[in-house]
């Protein structure tokens, strides 16, 4: 039952791992802007949060497919996929392609990094707003208010 509960948090508290940790990236990738040789990392956050909560991109919402937990009764139990209980899967990250050449062999556009950055930001305040909403929510039917 209380599962039934925290699904949806659950979910959102996945995508600001995934947040933070894109924000992480292009914090790095901006401070990297003249660092001679350096690439630009980032990765897909749609393919990060389905792989994150076990789900398969299916066009469909992914706060009404079912998923499977297994049950943990110790710290150094495994999940499905062989990491340990409690942590976070870390997404596959790839290289960002240089829109114009330099001659130090940089990939960082510091423009695309910028905009990036921005709409992350957006985009993360934006699910802290949607847990606080929903805690607030689950508060209220607790209190009976």
């Known amino acids: 039952m ?3 509960l925290t699904d949806s948090i659950d979910f ?12 992480r990236l292009i914090a790095s990738n901006i401070a990297n802007a003249d660092t001679p040789g350096y690439t630009a990392k980032d990765f ?5 949060l389905s ?10 919402s992914p706060l009404a497919m079912p998923r499977l937990q297994m049950a943990t009764t110790t710290a150094g139990q495994m999940n ?3 990491s340990a209980a409690g942590s976070a899967p870390k ?17 960082v556009d510091m423009d695309r990094e910028r905009a ?3 709409d992350n930001t957006v985009r993360y305040e934006a699910t ?4 606080n909403g929903q805690m607030k929510t689950l508060t209220t039917a607790i209190n009976g208010q």
């Open 2 to 4: 209380l599962n039934r």
């Open 12 to 23: 959102q508290a996945q995508a600001l791992t995934l947040r933070s940790e894109r924000q």
């Open 44 to 48: 897909k956050f749609s393919e990060a």
């Open 51 to 60: 792989q994150a909560t076990g789900q398969k991109s299916s066009g469909t």
């Open 80 to 82: 499905r996929d062989g």
């Open 91 to 107: 997404p596959e990250l790839g290289y960002g392609t240089a829109s114009m050449t330099s001659l130090d062999n940089n990939s």
């Open 116 to 118: 990036n950055f921005a």
């Open 128 to 131: 802290l707003r949607f847990i």
